[in-house]
């Protein structure tokens, strides 16, 4: 089993920045590819962005690319998303998620951000 525990998240004005962490505990030997979601109220839960055990591989929503990062650090088993630009649009819950392949079976519990206008 892997724990995921998110932090970072908060209010932040538009144009702001926010550096989300997620720290992976329990089975992290594997090699786990990681991401990161959200979910706004009332929507579906959305893919942001991902990256590969390595770090050299990684993806964005067309929504996030150009302000969004992500980066991990495996001594630390700790993925980041450094978030830049912010608007009101990307207040959501962001979750953390890990997996080996195929979908994520791993998910954390979900860190708030809220975006004021």
């Known amino acids: 089993q892997v724990q995921l525990v998110e932090s970072g998240g908060g209010l932040v004005q538009a144009g702001g920045s926010l550096r989300l962490s997620c720290a992976a505990s329990?089975?992290?030997?594997?090699?786990?590819?990681m991401g990161w979601f959200r979910q706004a109220p009332g929507k579906e839960r959305e893919f942001v962005a991902d990256i590969s055990w390595s770090g050299g591989t990684t993806s964005y929503a067309d929504s996030v690319k150009g302000r969004f990062t992500i980066s991990r650090d495996n001594a630390k088993n700790t993925v980041y998303l450094q978030m830049n630009s912010l608007t009101p649009e990307d207040t959501a819950v962001y979750f953390c998620?890990?997996?080996?392949?195929?979908?994520?079976?791993?998910w954390g519990q979900g860190t708030q951000v809220t975006v004021s206008s």
């Open positions: 329990g089975r992290t030997g594997s090699s786990l590819g």
């Open positions: 998620a890990a997996g080996i392949s195929g979908p994520y079976k791993y």
